[in-house]
């Protein structure tokens, strides 16, 4: 899926897709280069196996 940087809030990228939907990613998501208006992909996949610890990791992405 590819999406466009429409701006930053704080530890926030605000990514529009399809020209309507907008996402919220902790910005640590993306790369430090990436600036409004860059275009960037991302997918999602099922993992095979679950993974251990996620409360911490939940917790680590929303400091």
Do not use: Y
């Not at 409004?36 to 610890?53: A, L, Q, R, Y």
């Amino acid at each position: 899926m590819k999406a466009v940087i429409d701006r930053f809030e704080e530890k926030w990228a605000v990514l529009e897709t399809d020209g309507k939907i907008m996402w919220n990613v902790p910005r640590q998501f993306l790369p430090p280069e990436a600036r409004e208006g860059d275009t960037v992909e991302f997918s999602f996949k099922i993992m095979p196996e679950p993974m251990h610890n996620n409360r911490a990791l939940v917790e680590e992405i929303f400091e």
